[in-house]
T-cell receptor, first 113, second 114 residues
């Protein structure tokens, strides 16, 4: 059974802290690993990772994939209150025309002023 | 473009009632999917469709039916609602399965089954 597990499930930090969110996966026909940020409503796309060891960056957020150890991390430096959200990772699986996303449980991040 | 729209935003049902959650997109996307989100469970795929006339089951399909008669619409039917189906439902679409990372999510429907 395909499985994506995130840790920690929740995290409380203060503004300026650096956080690392973890995502491990056990799936068949792995294609890529995706990160989403979810505030009040629908998830919004952050990163897609396909290759091991190549860091993706967007401002204070960065992410990397390890396909040998089957995990990814999402780093947020100099956190701000606006980073408070649920962070979801998902493994894209399937081949050809059958690709779909398997999501982890999410990590709830609260950044206090 | 309106993007992905879902109706209703909120719904309360009694056990055993049936209803249809509507999802529509105006981006000519081939791939559409339905997820449910429960506390501590992330998003779980219910059903998905790779094009008009084609649907397939996701992780948690039991108790739900879908159809895809047009590219634009992908309704989700609950035939006999159960309290276990209390959840937030998201519909999503993307250009194709190859672009599933660029899924656009609808605003969600919060369903409560009493």
């Amino acid at each position: 059974e395909d499985k994506v597990v995130q840790s920690p499930l929740s995290l409380v930090v203060h503004e300026g802290d650096t956080v690392t969110l973890n995502c491990s996966y056990e799936v068949t026909n792995f294609r890529s690993l995706l990160w989403y940020k979810q505030e009040k409503k629908a998830p919004t796309f952050l990163f897609m990772l396909t290759s091991s060891g190549i860091e993706k960056k967007s401002g204070r957020l960065s992410s990397i994939l390890d396909k040998k150890e089957l995990f990814s991390i999402l780093n947020i430096t100099a956190t701000q209150t606006g980073d408070s959200a649920v962070y979801l990772c998902a493994a894209r699986v399937g081949s050809g025309n059958t690709g779909k996303l398997i999501f982890g449980q999410g990590t709830t991040l609260q950044v206090k002023p | 473009n309106a993007g992905v729209t879902q109706t209703p935003k909120f719904q309360v049902l009694k056990t055993g009632q049936s209803m249809t959650l509507q999802c529509a997109q105006d981006m000519n996307h081939e791939y559409m999917s339905w997820y449910r989100q429960d506390p501590g469970m992330g998003l779980r795929l219910i059903h998905y469709s790779v094009g008009a006339g084609i649907t397939d089951q996701g992780e948690v399909p039991n108790g739900y039916n879908v159809s895809r008669s047009t590219t634009e619409d992908f309704p989700l039917r609950l035939l006999s609602a159960a309290p276990s189906q209390t959840s937030v439902y998201f519909c999503a679409s993307s250009y194709s399965t190859g672009f599933v990372n660029e899924q656009f999510f609808g605003p969600g429907t919060r369903l409560t089954v009493l």
